[in-house]
């Protein structure tokens, strides 16, 4: 099966610009996830998406950070205005939804790797 | 709140030596544990996922146990080589949540 993509893989913006993250989850993974990793640090959930809606967003900075999920499928990640401490890599993952879904694992996309100057 | 920590931080070994990574959780109410390698600049790869039910699970040269009444989780690499460096990361799901909690990682490097 085609794996978790995501793009762009790299992303150079100044403070204050705005910047969008695109991931396309492996088919029929219901549940999708963005994650942020800071340098030297484990993955943070920023959102967790099932279908369309959303299950989870306590930790998404909604001042400036926002994510969709149109048709269940595709998702974008939007951060603006951005700060210099978003510097870090967006990991979008899924995760089936076949009978029980916390029973299955994630899958993860590469990244993108985002640098605030 | 769920807390995963992982011990080393960073390990240097000689190639073909066996080796085990550390992780602990504070919660031991868990669903599931996975483990993951992350090369540089790079994704996350899944290696193994442990039921709560499973004390567990092995895959090639790698096994992955979990002791849930004490909070932790170890994965042992045999015979180790260059191509095994690269940062491991546990996850934990709680019986409370839906998304994983994950360990700060530990930098493995295996010199030829």
């Known amino acids: 099966e085609a794996g978790v993509a995501q793009s762009p893989r790299y992303k150079i913006i100044e403070k204050r610009q705005s910047v969008a993250f695109w991931c396309n989850p492996i088919?029929?993974?219901?549940?999708l996830y963005w994650y942020q990793q800071i340098l030297g640090q484990g993955p943070k959930l920023l959102i967790q998406?099932?279908?369309?809606?959303?299950?989870?967003d306590s930790q998404l900075p909604k001042d400036r950070f926002s994510a969709e999920r149109l048709k269940g499928v595709d998702s974008t990640l939007k951060i603006q205005p951005a700060k210099l401490e978003d510097s870090a890599v967006y990991l979008c993952?899924?995760?089936?939804?076949?009978?029980?879904?916390?029973?299955?694992?994630?899958?993860f996309g590469s990244g993108t790797r985002l640098t605030v100057v | 709140k769920q807390e995963v920590t992982q011990i080393p931080a960073a390990l240097s070994v000689p190639e073909g030596e066996n080796l085990v990574l550390n992780c602990s959780f504070t919660?031991?109410?868990?669903?599931?544990l996975q483990w993951f390698r992350q090369d540089p600049g790079k994704g996350l790869t899944s290696l193994l996922l442990?039921?709560?039910?499973?004390r567990e699970q092995t895959s090639g040269r790698l096994n992955a146990s979990l002791d849930k009444s004490s909070g932790r989780s170890t994965l042992y690499i045999a015979a180790s080589q260059p191509g095994d460096s690269a940062t491991y990361l546990c996850?934990?799901?709680?019986?409370?949540?839906?998304?994983?909690?994950f360990g700060p990682g530990t930098r493995l490097s295996v010199l030829p």
């Open positions: 993952a899924s995760s089936s939804t076949r009978d029980s879904p916390r029973h299955y694992g994630y899958t």
């Open positions: 088919s029929g993974h219901a549940t």
């Open positions: 996850a934990v799901r709680d019986n409370y949540g839906q998304n994983f909690v």
């Open positions: 998406f099932q279908n369309n809606g959303v299950v989870d």
């Open positions: 442990i039921q709560s039910s499973q």
């Open positions: 919660d031991s109410a868990i669903y599931n």
